[in-house]
């Protein structure tokens, strides 16, 4: 199975000279339980942090962090991208990009300031016109000044999208409008637990990792359509961990959240239809700074930043737990992980 890496360049202290590309046991295969095999780079760019795929397209988006812009990709080759169009200004520190369903928009988030951007996409693929949704506000104004830090975006299936603010403590939802995004509503979080990244889960409800207070909250929607957080479950960890990504398994029944510092993988199991999380295990995720991981069905592979390398641990069919590191490659500042279908 073919995977993208995105991953820091000099620029931002990282290794990487672009987005890399990973193979995980046999190319065209859709298991990953195999050796693991860096080929090198595909696209040449600068910090290519997050990438996304267009769901019917051979393009993708980087988000170019160091320079705040999205760039699209389209693929010349089995193992090359070539960029196309113009970047497009999105904001300081861009560290994700979310694709529409429908391929027909992006919505960029920006770590440094706060923006939220929504993007038009036109039927080749390339972006074009971009809007900025409303800015944040804290809820906790008055207690210290501190910054809006837009950190991801998540479509929803009714067509509204949901923005994580890790300064603020917010999820925001939006709608979609012809002018680009009009904010419908906002959970506020608990004061300092910093929400980063986002899963929504088979039954509907949303799950929220945060960075700052290593938990993760679900949120359920209500009859009137706003949404609201109805628990929270402990990632466990040392003290001084910073948590980063939030993965399921693909029955919903488990999910993974990275913590960065004690370089350990939660693994918390979902319960009475969403509603609920409960702590399962705490395993060693095999890499020093577990920046992204994704599940593809047995197995876990995890990119560690720090130590320049992609694992790969198996799933316990039984327990959901991950074993210890069953393969292991180098490649560079690893940031994120996309899986993608052969040319």
């Known amino acids: 199975m073919r995977f993208l890496l995105g991953g820091y360049t000099p620029d931002m202290d990282g290794r990487a000279s672009g987005i890399g590309m990973l193979v995980a046991g046999e190319p065209d295969s859709s298991l990953a339980g ?46 090359s991208f070539t960029a196309f169009g113009d970047a497009v200004n999105a904001g300081e520190a861009t560290c994700h990009v979310a694709v529409a369903p429908d391929g027909s928009s992006l919505i960029a988030s920006c770590w440094g300031d706060g923006r939220v951007v929504h993007i038009d996409v036109d039927s080749a693929g390339t972006p074009r016109a971009s809007a900025l949704g409303a800015a944040a506000a804290d809820p906790y104004a008055g207690f210290e000044e501190r910054v809006s830090r837009a950190h991801s975006a998540r479509f929803l299936p009714d067509g509204r999208i949901a923005t994580a603010d890790l300064g603020f403590d917010l999820i925001r939802f939006w709608r979609g409008s012809r002018d680009g995004l009009v904010l419908d509503h906002e959970v506020v979080l608990p004061r300092g ?87 399962v295990a705490l395993v060693d995720s095999g890499v020093n700074w577990p920046r992204h991981h994704l599940v593809v069905r047995d197995t876990l592979l995890v990119g560690g930043q720090l130590s320049d390398e992609v694992v790969s641990l198996s799933l316990d069919i039984r327990t959901g737990v991950p074993g210890r590191p069953r393969h292991r490659v180098e490649a560079p500042s690893v940031t994120c992980l996309l899986p993608v279908s052969a040319a």
């Open 34 to 79: 195999g050796p693991l095999s860096f080929q090198g780079t595909v696209a040449e760019a600068d910090s290519p942090s997050w990438v996304a795929a267009h769901p019917s397209l051979d393009v993708v988006y980087a988000a170019i962090e160091k320079t705040g812009a999205v760039q699209a990709y389209r693929r010349t080759g089995e193992a």
């Open 193 to 279: 637990s910093g929400p980063r990244h986002m899963v929504l889960h088979p039954s509907g409800h949303l799950h929220v990792v945060t960075e700052y207070s290593c938990e993760v909250f679900t949120l359920a929607e209500g009859r009137d359509g706003r949404w609201a957080v109805i628990g929270g479950t402990p990632l466990g960890g040392l003290p001084g961990d910073a948590a980063a990504e939030l993965a399921r398994s693909r029955d919903g029944e488990y999910l993974y959240a990275g913590l960065r510092g004690s370089n350990t993988i939660a693994v918390l199991r979902v319960r009475d239809g969403g509603d609920r999380t409960e702590a």
